[in-house]
Every structure is written in C-alpha cells, then in structure tokens.
Nanobody
Framework: QVQLVESGGGLVQAGGSLRLSCAAS????????MGWYRQAPGKQRELVAH?????????LGSVKGRFTISRDNANAKNTVYLQMNSLKLEDTAVYYC?????????WGQGTQVTVSS
C-alpha cells in the first residue's frame, strides 16, 4: 500500500503562486509514475501534470509554461511537488496527488486551491 499526503493548497490572488507537496509513504520503492490531478465543481477530474521515475514530465495544455512538476526520490523519500505560477481563476479546484504502483492507482485526500480575482 501507498499513502499520499498533500499539502500547500490555499487561497491566492490571480497571478500569484502556490507550491503543492505530496509525500508518499508505505511501499514506495515500487512506485512508478506520480502526478497531480484536479477536479473543479461540476467537472470531471483531469490530469494536470505527470512525472515518470526517469523524470519525464507531461502537462495539461492549459498549464504548460505556468506549472512545473518535480520529484524527490533521494534518501528513501518519494515526494512530488507542483509549482504553480501565474495562477488563473480557472485553476480553482481540489488538487489530488496520484501514484501508480504495479498497475494500481493510489490517491491523496486532496487539497483545495482557490484563485480569487
């Protein structure tokens, strides 16, 4: 099993920045890709950013150039970050951390990001 705990959400004005963190614990040594999803009210959950074990990154088109995903695998840690810059009103959502291990998906509890005008 893998446990994921997110932190770093909050309220920010449009144009501002936030950094989300997700710390993995449990059976972390076999984690493959990790990523961030988000779900806004009345909308489906969508993949925002993903990073593989080798460090290959991919992004949702609307966040490219504004968001950066990174991963820290050093010292038995497995933490993934999402640096969000130039935030827009439409970035408001609950953000969920995701990890994949042996074909299974694990999820964090979610952290609220609210962008105000």
């Amino acid at each position: 099993q893998v446990q994921l705990v997110e932190s770093g959400g909050g309220l920010v004005q449009a144009g501002g920045s936030l950094r989300l963190s997700c710390a993995a614990s449990g059976s972390i040594f076999s984690i493959n890709g990790m990523g961030w999803y988000r779900q806004a009210p009345g909308k489906q959950r969508e993949l925002v950013a993903h990073i593989t074990t080798s460090g290959s990154e991919s992004y949702l088109g609307s966040v490219k150039g504004r968001f950066t995903i990174s991963r820290d695998n050093a010292n038995a840690k497995n933490t993934v970050y999402l640096q969000m810059n130039s935030l827009k009103l439409e970035d408001t959502a609950v953000y969920y951390c995701n990890a994949q291990r042996y074909g299974y998906d694990f999820w964090g509890q979610g952290t609220q990001v609210t962008v105000s005008s």
